[in-house]
């Protein structure tokens, strides 16, 4: 089985400041591993995702995050937030095997300060 | 092309009843899988589907229970609800495992 762990459950910034969103999982197999973004009312969007290869993977709306498999996260990083990065996001893992099972965190929600 | 549909987008249902939600997945997506969203909690897998038949099961009760039809559409079936069960259901569609597209959600209400 998966799990994931978000180490923030709320992360206030300043626009125009950079960002860090972190995510630890935990997997007995290899894994791939996701970030996706909610909106107020809304589903699910992608925003980026790990399955092999580099480590350092890059999504939509400049977003970027790192796989590190022996720290064992996926953080998720921006080096310039807008107003509308304003949302809650969540990690989530799959088993390599398994398919779309997603694993998510209980979420972290980012609010842009003007 | 659209994206993954669900119906109804909000329902009210009382304890005790029986709901039935339904997805379409993007075209050509032959594997649909449905997650919980309890409020202000991240979503919970309940079900896969992949050419309709069960690929994965969450942990959630019998009272759950989902199937795939011909054109990969699905629905998921809840018996005998509880207040618990109030929550957004998600349904995502998706080629293989490189990621999955989500629907908006019904908002499901148990009073």
């Known amino acids: 089985a998966q799990s994931v762990t978000q180490l923030d459950s709320q992360v206030p910034v300043f626009e125009e400041a950079p960002v860090e969103l972190r995510c630890n999982y935990s997997?007995?197999?290899?894994?791939?591993l996701f970030w996706y973004v909610q909106y107020p009312n809304q589903g699910l969007q992608l925003l980026l995702k790990?399955?092999?290869?580099?480590?350092l993977v890059k999504g939509i709306n400049g977003f970027e995050a790192e796989f590190n498999k022996s720290q064992t996260s996926f953080h998720l990083r921006k080096p310039s937030v807008h107003i509308s990065d304003t949302a809650e996001y969540f990690c989530a893992v799959s088993g390599s095997n398994t398919g779309n099972q997603f694993y998510f965190g209980t979420g972290t929600s980012l609010t842009v300060i003007p | 092309d659209a994206g993954v549909t669900q119906s109804p987008t909000h329902l009210i249902k009382t304890r005790g009843q029986h709901v039935t939600l339904r997805c379409s997945p993007i075209s050509g997506h032959k594997s649909v899988s449905w997650y919980q969203q309890v409020l202000g909690q991240g979503p919970q897998f309940i079900f896969q589907?992949?050419?309709?038949?069960?690929?994965g099961r969450g942990n959630f009760p019998d009272r759950f229970s989902a199937r795939q039809f011909p054109n990969y559409s699905s629905e998921l079936n809840v018996n005998a609800l509880l207040l618990g069960d109030s929550a957004l259901y998600l349904c995502?569609?998706?080629?293989?495992?490189?990621?999955?597209?989500f629907g908006q959600g019904t908002r499901l209400t148990v009073v």
């Open positions: 997997s007995s197999v290899s894994v791939y």
């Open positions: 589907y992949y050419e309709k038949e069960e690929r």
């Open positions: 790990y399955l092999s290869g580099s480590t």
């Open positions: 995502a569609s998706s080629l293989g495992p490189q990621g999955a597209f």
